[in-house]
């Protein structure tokens, strides 16, 4: 059984910054993939960061390149995604995910996941 532990969401002004983390307890494969999807209010779920332990890959949504960074501490399957330059666009419940690295083919397609965290809402204010 594994358990996402979520933080680091709240309220920000645009153009400000957040670093949500997201640490997998009970998580005992070494190949993994993490990844950061949000949900806002009335839209489905999008893909917004992954990281592949086994090559250090990264991959983004288009709404957020060049603003935000995902990160991974390997070895203590243990996620950060830092959100720069924030917009009321970027407004959402964000969630952190993780499977098994040889079974996610499509890293930013949420039906390659099977273990999320609960979710930890962003708020941006113009």
């Known amino acids: 059984q594994v358990l996402l532990a ?6 920000v002004q645009a153009g400000g910054s957040l670093r949500l983390s997201c640490a997998a307890i009970g998580w005992i494969y070494s190949n ?9 209010a ?23 390149k060049g603003r935000f960074t995902i990160s991974q501490e390997i070895g203590k399957h ?3 995604l830092q959100m720069n330059s924030l917009t009321p666009e970027d407004t959402a419940l964000y969630y952190c995910a ?8 499509f890293p930013l397609s949420q039906r390659e996941y ?10 941006v204010s113009s």
């Open 32 to 40: 993994t993939c993490m990844g950061w999807f949000r949900q806002a």
């Open 42 to 64: 009335g839209k489905g779920r999008e893909g917004v960061a992954a990281s592949y332990a086994g090559d250090d890959s990264t991959y983004y949504g288009d709404s957020v």
């Open 6 to 11: 979520e933080s680091g969401g709240g309220s």
């Open 114 to 123: 099977k273990h999320w965290g609960k979710g930890n809402q962003v708020t």
């Open 98 to 105: 993780i499977e098994r690295g040889h079974m996610v083919g």
């Open 78 to 80: 243990t996620v950060y």
